[in-house]
């Protein structure tokens, strides 16, 4: 009996640490798409970066941006609370050619992220492990790959390289990788000023990772905090556990990487989950045996569904999940929604890490459910205030503009205070007002729904009026609403 239980602990074991991450899944169930055209001719210039704008992200909120999502996410983006987008993905060839992600170059989103101060970085990836040794160790092929991330990072004016090579062998997976990196870090620094290199770094090291070597020979690591569950899971679970099992996210700082947590935090951003996982299952209860697993549902999928079914937490994963039942078949979904996040963000916190960072971008959809939850933690008038915050109220520009259907106008006071809101057409017009009659000092965000207004630019006008005092603060901003 026990002779089996090794054998099965063993085969389990070898078969966990050879499963795919999302990234890998992902980009597997994309690859073989049509690379679409960019919107954008290939002269039309990209600005230069500029300084962070006020209000931006206290640390590092670094966001995988894939091409997939790119023309919805785009919307939605909230640049002021990232600090780095990562477009995902430029596929590195055995030999050290690299192709660009569908839609290249973006020439909006690299405007705008610079325009606020957010670095766009370059995600090289490959899964295939000869390819990925040939990469490394082959002295042409490195030459070359090294030489078209510095022409790609020139052409576009980004700010560096993150690399995601997974599946690598497991000789591969220390000194070989970090002497390359090393050197890719090396070269990429002399070559393209103040650019950054890091790696997407697993969870949990299943052999051959030397974290501290990799932490060492780049500028930081991303770790790819999820995929603790998936399609190879035999029972359900949380995508992300804080804690429970052998493993997870508590571990993977405290015990994985805990050479690097305990002397570089500032080497470290935990990577979160805005996605989910959906299983048939034998039962309705937690932890059931799987039948089938169905797919991944993207957050905003998974909160949309969860508020037509029951809804349950998990105290040990600190997760969300919710069941149901369709043609006699049972389901489950388990899920991070803002709640889980806030504790790993708190973690991460606790742990001095560099940030947090997410896979991905754009999978939040119109929510700004997460985006709040950033906002409150890293960014807007919490994270930096205005000089002159301590004087008078401090009033934000919507977010986003130019937009479509909603936006939100960030603000903060210092007395009890009436806020008003006019909204009005440039010829004056008003065609949209609310009053608030009291709010105590605080940090505020309100949004303004925008169905019915035609396209065209309008002007908005808060006035902020103190209580007992009546000074009055009033700012006017112009936005675009799109159709």
């Known amino acids: 009996m026990k002779k089996l239980f090794f054998i099965l602990f063993l085969v389990q074991s070898v078969w966990a640490q050879n499963q795919p991450s999302i990234h890998q899944i992902e980009y597997e169930q994309h690859k073989n798409t049509p690379k679409q055209a960019s919107f954008f001719k290939s002269s039309q210039r990209i600005i230069p970066l500029k300084a962070r704008v006020p209000g931006g992200p206290v640390k590092t909120v670094f966001g995988y941006l894939p091409d997939w999502e790119y023309t919805n996410a785009k919307e939605y983006l909230q640049y002021d609370l990232l600090s780095h987008i ?25 405007n705008k992220a610079h325009e606020n101060g957010v670095k766009v970085i370059m995600t090289a990836v490959n899964f295939t492990a000869d390819e990925i040794h ?22 576009w004016d980004l700010q ?75 029972k359900t679970g949380a995508n992300a556990p804080i804690l429970g099992g052998s493993i997870n ?48 549902p993207r957050y905003r999928t998974a909160r949309e569904e969860s508020v037509n079914y029951e809804n349950f937490w998990d105290n040990t994963s600190q997760s969300p999940w919710y069941r149901y039942t369709e043609n006699s078949k049972y389901y489950q979904v388990w899920y991070d929604d803002k709640e889980s996040l806030k504790l790993k963000y708190e973690l991460a916190d606790e742990r001095s890490l560099k940030g947090v960072g997410m896979w991905a971008l754009g ?9 709040d939850l950033l906002r409150s933690r890293y960014g807007g008038p919490v994270g930096i205030r205005n000089p002159d915050a301590e004087d008078h109220p401090v009033i934000y520009q919507n977010y986003p503009n130019p937009f479509k259907r909603t936006s939100r106008i960030n603000y903060s006071i210092h007395q009890r205070s009436r806020v008003s809101l006019k909204i009005f057409e440039p ?12 709010q105590v000092p605080g940090d505020y965000n ?21 209580l007992p005092s009546k000074s009055v603060y009033q700012k006017t901003f112009k936005m675009l609403i799109l159709r």
């Open 160 to 234: 560096g390289v993150n690399i995601d090579f997974e599946s690598l062998h497991k000789e591969d997976r220390g000194a070989i990788l970090n002497s390359f990196m090393n050197e890719l870090t090396t070269f990429i620094h002399s070559e393209v000023a103040g650019s950054e290199v890091s790696f997407a770094g697993p969870a949990v090291n299943w052999g051959g990772w030397d974290l501290k070597g990799l932490a060492a020979s780049c500028d930081y690591i991303f770790i790819m905090g999820y995929s603790f569950a998936g399609g190879w899971s035999s």
């Open 134 to 155: 040939a990469i490394l160790t082959n002295t042409t092929i490195k030459n070359n790959f090294f030489n078209q991330v510095k022409t790609i990072l020139k052409t």
């Open 363 to 371: 999978y939040d959809g119109a929510r700004n459910e997460l985006w």
């Open 249 to 296: 996210i508590t571990n993977t700082l405290d015990v994985q990487y805990k050479d690097v947590t305990g002397t570089n935090p500032d080497k470290l951003i935990l990577g979160v989950p805005y996605y989910g996982n959906r299983w048939q299952t034998e039962t309705l209860l937690a932890f059931s045996k799987t039948i089938d697993f169905i797919n991944s």
């Open 86 to 110: 990562a477009a995902f993905d430029f596929t590195v060839a055995s030999n050290g050619n690299i192709a660009k992600p569908s839609y290249w170059p973006w020439t909006d989103v690299i």
């Open 427 to 438: 010829s004056g017009r008003v065609v949209f007002q609310k009053q608030i009659e009291e």
């Open 446 to 466: 309100m949004e303004v729904k925008f169905e019915n207004f035609p396209e065209g630019i309008y002007f908005y006008q808060m006035q902020i009026t103190g």
